[in-house]
């Protein structure tokens, strides 16, 4: 939920503070922020509507949202300065100028911990281009 924090460089900075020296710091996060701007777009894959909210179902929202809370939702995530980011490069780039070594980015964490079951029921589906596409997971992983 890195993503949601006011200032993500002095979280990291405060996570690096009390890491002991060769000690690692792992951030799985995505660009969530984004996505719902997305989603909120005009045109033909935008404008938040019935069938997009149906397909994000347990995704990015709680059934119960209403349309009108997702759309202000959306509202809030796009003035979070970093749903404007391109991440995890930006998490990398600020990792490195923080004094981290090491740094591995995995971003392709979604194929990891989605089952190939659960792959297979939503496959072809709106649902599937939503959630396996439009905000992928990743890791970034640095030592200090």
Known sequence: MTWTLPDLEKAYLEMIRVLAPGG?????????????????????????EESVHAALAGR???????????RERNDIA???GISSLIR?????????????K?????TNINRKIISDEERKRAEGSLKEKLWM???????????K
């Open 24 to 48: 690692r710091l792992m951030n799985c996060d995505a660009n969530y922020g984004a996505a719902f701007r997305e989603a909120d777009r005009p045109g033909e894959a935008g404008e938040l």
């Open 60 to 70: 990015y929202e709680h059934p119960a949202q209403s349309l009108e809370m997702l």
């Open 102 to 106: 090491s740094i591995t980015v995995d």
């Open 133 to 143: 596409n439009t905000s992928p997971l990743f890791m970034v992983l640095a030592e």
């Open 88 to 100: 995890p490069q930006w998490d990398v780039d600020i990792l490195i100028s923080l004094g981290m």
């Open 78 to 80: 796009s003035q979070l």
